[in-house]
């Protein structure tokens, strides 16, 4: 019994609204003369229409809503795309920025050693953990020949050791493989600056009686054929003037961040060097020796 009047709480409000209906349109297919029927009917469904008329209303409302909030999104979409494009425009306009300030300081550079200047970007790191080298995309088809000189305007890279029509491997200071001839900038002690790995160097054949202390700036010699002279290289952090043999044992820190390096700068024309070490026959052939061995 119970499950026979489980959906007339459904079913009698439909039936209500049918025959309030029926009677609206019988009522209105009469004549207008009042009479008891009509006016009891009219009294009937007033409030019918009355309720019937807000439902329409409210639906009608929510339909319109529903519509408005897809119009809203679809806007929100929109918007979205444009702000994104945007973002990605400012992105890039930095980027842009960012790479002219650096060429800026490049080119302000050129004013240092004469000679025709190469800007190119670095492309690709050796990943080996043993050798400290960089691709470039600058090669034979630019004008860039081995051995080359690599800077930037804080300092020396290294030099060319491999080219291609359009790129070059570069060998940084750091490497094993690199050694430079250099001065000990504020008294002009000359010894050879070598490559450790990783981002040590080590001055090597400073006699025990030379002057070279922490904080002093190590620069290119350019006795060497390779950097012209007065290039940054680096700085003394440690001097250890207990270490056997007639030698000191100082530690150079690159002047050059290594690891942030975006763009070089290549001496591609530069000036015959005077072969100094031609005077030196001894000195020269330790010179080769290390060159080939970089290669």
Same mark, same amino acid.
């Given at each position: 019994?119970?499950?026979?009047?489980?959906?007339?709480?459904?079913?009698? *409000?439909? !039936?209500?609204?049918?025959?309030?209906l029926t009677l609206l349109s019988l009522s209105a297919q009469r004549s207008y003369e009042e009479?008891?029927?009509?006016?009891?009917?009219?009294?009937?469904?007033? *409030?019918?229409?009355?309720?019937?008329?807000?439902?329409?209303?409210?639906?009608?409302?929510?339909?319109?809503?529903?519509?408005?909030?897809?119009? =809203?999104? &679809?806007?929100?979409?929109?918007?979205?795309?444009?702000?994104?494009?945007?973002?990605?425009?400012?992105?890039?306009?930095?980027?842009?920025?960012?790479?002219?300030? &650096? !060429?800026? &300081?490049?080119?302000?550079?050129?004013?240092?050693?004469?000679?025709?200047?190469?800007?190119?970007?670095?492309?690709?790191?050796?990943?080996? *953990?043993?050798?400290?080298?960089?691709?470039?995309?600058?090669?034979?088809?630019?004008?860039?020949?081995?051995?080359?000189? =690599?800077?930037?305007?804080?300092?020396?890279?290294?030099?060319?050791?491999?080219?291609?029509?359009?790129?070059?491997?570069?060998? !940084?200071?750091?490497?094993s493989a690199s050694s430079v001839d250099a001065f000990v900038q504020r008294n002009r002690v000359?010894?050879?600056?070598?490559? &450790?790995?990783?981002?040590?160097?080590?001055?090597?054949?400073?006699?025990?009686?030379?002057?070279?202390?922490?904080?002093?700036?190590?620069?290119?010699?350019?006795?060497?054929?390779?950097?012209?002279?007065?290039? *940054?290289?680096?700085?003394?952090?440690?001097?250890?003037?207990?270490?056997?043999?007639?030698?000191?044992?100082?530690? =150079?820190s690159p002047m050059v961040d290594f690891d942030r390096l975006e763009e070089v700068l290549i001496?591609?024309?530069?000036?015959?060097?005077?072969?100094?070490?031609? !005077?030196?026959?001894?000195?020269?052939? =330790?010179?080769?020796?290390?060159?080939?061995?970089?290669?």
């Open positions: 019994m119970k499950q026979a009047f489980e959906g007339l709480d459904i079913v009698l *409000p439909v !039936l209500l609204i049918i025959v309030c009479s008891t029927f009509n006016s009891a009917t009219l009294q009937t469904m007033g *409030p019918v229409s009355s309720i019937l008329g807000r439902l329409a209303n409210q639906v009608e409302g929510i339909w319109l809503g529903y519509f408005n909030l897809i119009d =809203v999104r &679809r806007e929100n979409e929109q918007l979205r795309k444009v702000i994104d494009r945007q973002s990605r425009q400012i992105v890039a306009l930095n980027e842009e920025h960012l790479a002219n300030e &650096r !060429l800026r &300081r490049l080119v302000a550079f050129h004013d240092q050693p004469p000679g025709r200047y190469l800007s190119a970007k670095v492309v690709g790191w050796d990943p080996s *953990p043993w050798f400290q080298s960089l691709v470039v995309a600058a090669g034979t088809a630019d004008g860039v020949s081995l051995d080359a000189p =690599v800077m930037t305007e804080r300092g020396v890279v290294g030099r060319v050791v491999e080219l291609a029509p359009h790129y070059a491997k570069i060998l !940084l200071l750091t490497d000359n010894a050879l600056l070598t490559g &450790r790995g990783q981002k040590a160097m080590t001055l090597d054949y400073i006699r025990k009686i030379d002057d070279v202390r922490p904080g002093d700036l190590v620069v290119t010699s350019g006795l060497d054929g390779i950097f012209p002279s007065g290039l *940054p290289l680096g700085s003394v952090t440690v001097v250890d003037k207990q270490s056997l043999g007639l030698f000191l044992a100082a530690e =150079v001496l591609a024309d530069r000036p015959k060097a005077v072969d100094w070490l031609g !005077l030196a026959p001894d000195l020269k052939a =330790v010179f080769e020796k290390k060159k080939q061995e970089g290669r």
